[in-house]
């Protein structure tokens, strides 16, 4: 069985940048949770913030990516090519790096706005 090549694009470029997003989303709730007392508290905050994570990126994020990706495939196929979709998952890798080289440098507080910083 064939996969297509929208498949392809999705389950192995946009759910993994979708999940490594996911992650760091998951480091900056650690962060915020620091803030909490309670060692119960922190958990079950931490836990459930995690779950509703994982649901939207894979019922909202994910799907909402692949959408844009299809829409500059087919809007670059009438106008040069495939460009347009090859420069936005360019673009979306590169966001990925630069942010996990933001937080391997300097913590989680380096992606986090200044407002929500402990």
Same mark, same amino acid.
């Given at each position: 069985m064939a996969l297509s090549r929208k498949?392809?694009?999705?389950?192995?470029?946009?759910?993994?940048?979708?999940?490594?997003?996911?992650n760091l989303v998951n480091?900056?709730?650690?962060y915020?949770?620091?803030i #909490?007392?309670?060692?119960? %508290?922190?958990? =079950? &905050?931490?836990?459930?913030l995690v779950l509703f994570g994982s649901s939207v990126t894979a019922?909202?994020?994910?799907?909402?990516?692949a959408a844009l990706v299809r829409w500059a495939q087919q809007s670059s196929?009438?106008?040069?090519?495939?460009?347009?979709?090859? #420069?936005?998952?360019?673009? %979306?890798?590169? =966001? &990925?790096f630069w942010l996990y080289y933001r937080?391997?440098?300097?913590g989680t507080v380096a992606i986090v706005p200044s407002m929500w910083r402990n």
């Open positions: 498949k392809v694009v999705r389950n192995y470029y946009i759910l993994p940048c979708c999940l490594l997003l996911l480091g900056v709730v650690s915020k949770a620091g #909490i007392a309670s060692p119960f %508290l922190r958990t =079950l &905050v931490v836990m459930l019922f909202v994020v994910a799907p909402g990516i196929r009438r106008q040069a090519g495939e460009l347009g979709e090859g #420069i936005f998952i360019l673009v %979306l890798g590169v =966001l &990925v937080v391997s440098l300097h």
